[in-house]
């Protein structure tokens, strides 16, 4: 008889023992699980502060596409650290743009000291650009092979643009200034010509210009202006056309 109370004890101890193993499994489990989603859970959200950091960063500019005049005619200054420079004397030529804006508006001045010129030659990023009013001259090639160049407004002071400036670009649209009064060099290399793509586009010539060396635009010019006789002279040769305002 003692045996068996004997035996029945260790069963009920053993079964005992058993299920608050059980137990403690479970509850560490559990807990276990919770904690596991917790990670998972700030992972989540880290991944997606980080795509939202690169989403805002990837649309903090307009696209070419999305760019207007309109765009360009009320953007800012281009900050100075955007540009490399030399500045060693009392006035300062752009050497390059190293900025990501599409969109650059040349300040007429730098620390103080006036921004007299500019290349823009092979920058595949501008898409539109206005030029300062302390730049007198728009050189040679200075927008060469810009192939996304598509918007130019000119200074109030520049007075000539040299040939060769919109090869290799996406100009649709110049605004020329009142007291420009050269375009282009000569007859025989330096004109001023449209991209080839867009052959035959509009350009409003002010009465200020008394030399031009220009083909394949389309012409709007002033009645009795040099820009209406320059026109009727070369129509044919020069392949251009004209209105008369």
Do not use: W
């Not at 059980?22 to 859970?41: F, L």
């Not at 040349?106 to 920058?123: A, C, L, Q, R, Y």
């Not at 501008?126 to 728009?138: Q, Y």
């Not at 109030?156 to 009064?181: A, R």
């Amino acid at each position: 008889m003692k045996k068996k109370l004997l035996i029945l004890g260790m069963i009920f101890t053993m079964a005992v023992s058993s299920a608050g193993c059980g137990s403690s499994t479970s509850d560490n489990s559990g807990k276990t699980d919770k904690q596991t989603a917790t990670v998972q859970d700030s992972q989540n959200d880290t991944s997606s502060d980080s795509k939202s950091d690169n989403d805002k960063k990837d649309t903090k500019y307009k696209s070419a596409d999305e760019i207007t005049m309109d765009d360009l005619m009320s953007h800012d200054e281009t900050p100075a650290e955007d540009f490399e420079f030399n500045d060693n004397s009392d006035e300062i030529v752009i050497d390059k743009y190293v900025g990501k804006d599409p969109i650059v508006v040349i300040p007429d001045e730098i620390d103080g000291k006036k921004v007299i010129g500019f290349s823009f030659m092979n920058d595949k990023n501008i898409v539109a650009v206005r030029i300062g009013d302390n730049i007198t001259e728009i050189d040679r090639y200075a927008f060469g092979n810009a192939e996304n160049l598509k918007y130019l407004v000119l200074g109030k002071s520049v007075k000539s643009i040299d040939g060769g400036n919109f090869f290799g670009t996406n100009l649709k649209e110049l605004i020329l200034n009142d007291g420009l009064e050269k375009i282009g060099e000569d007859e025989f290399t330096y004109y001023v010509d449209p991209p080839l793509d867009n052959s035959g586009m509009d350009l409003k010539i002010p009465e200020s210009v008394t030399e031009m060396h220009l083909r394949d635009f389309h012409l709007i010019v002033k009645a009795g202006s040099y820009a209406e006789q320059y026109a009727k002279e070369y129509a044919e040769s020069n392949n251009l056309t004209y209105t008369v305002e």
